[in-house]
């Protein structure tokens, strides 16, 4: 996972140090910003229930492409409409196992007796952002603040549980919810942005309880966001 995280830093900045190598020697008026974007962050679980805790490293990746829209002269106000992918992992104590063609959920009580249990989930997600920023045709350093909303469709759901001894249970999920939503803000100085994003749609679907109640639970994920192009 370490390599995996040195390697995303070191092409994020490659890429913008090409760019800004590049784009230099030219003066465009009509100039675009922040077309490419791509993001890791770290993944919390709220409003859970009391006895679930989180564990290990809940981590995502995002990326994707941007269609940069100026909405004034100076080009500093713009929207953002855009398309990606996000690969986002959720590790806790909370179990979930196959019986009979439906899915069950508990707590493991112990922390030695499982690995790792977690719900990871791969979707295709949809950005429109309201954008500002102090840029010129000139300078690719400048203040940006994005306010938004991301919507998600889950391509792929998986729950897997590795417990201390014995072979581990992993299989696609689907009582995990396929549209998902929710409010965006990017915000920082050139090359090294803030990302928050939190979930209004519930992780899972309405028809899941965990001990005879229902299981709600949104996702509030922060990190960092890195813009190119």
């Not at 190598?21 to 003066?27: A, F, G, K, N």
């Not at 019986?99 to 922390?111: L, R, W």
Request: overall charge neutral; proline content about 2%; some cysteine.
């Amino acid at each position: 996972m370490q390599k995996c995280v040195l390697s995303f830093l070191l092409l994020v900045c490659f890429f913008g140090y090409a760019q800004i190598q590049t784009d230099t020697l030219l003066v465009d008026n009509r100039y675009l910003e922040d077309q490419f974007y791509l993001g890791l962050t770290y993944n919390f679980l709220l409003e859970k229930p009391d006895a679930v805790s989180q564990s290990n490293l809940s981590y995502g990746l995002q990326g994707g492409l941007i269609k940069d829209i100026p909405l004034n002269e100076e080009r500093n106000i713009a929207m953002g409409l855009g398309v990606g992918y996000g690969y986002y992992t959720y590790y806790s104590n909370l179990r979930a196992l196959e019986n009979n063609g439906s899915f069950v959920y508990d707590i493991i009580e112990d922390k030695d007796d499982f690995k790792r249990s977690k719900v990871e989930t791969h979707m295709l997600e949809l950005p429109v952002e309201f954008r500002w920023r102090n840029s010129n045709a000139l300078s690719h350093k400048f203040w940006r603040v994005y306010a938004g909303m991301k919507f998600g469709y889950v391509v792929g759901g998986r729950s897997k549980y590795v417990p201390s001894e014995g072979a581990k249970i992993s299989f696609y999920n689907e009582d995990i919810k396929r549209f998902q939503y929710g409010p965006t803000l990017n915000f920082g100085y050139n090359t090294f942005n803030l990302h928050a994003y939190y979930a209004l749609s519930n992780l899972f679907n309405d028809s899941v309880v965990l001990n005879g109640n229902d299981l709600k639970v949104h996702s509030l994920r922060i990190g960092l966001i890195f813009y190119i192009l």
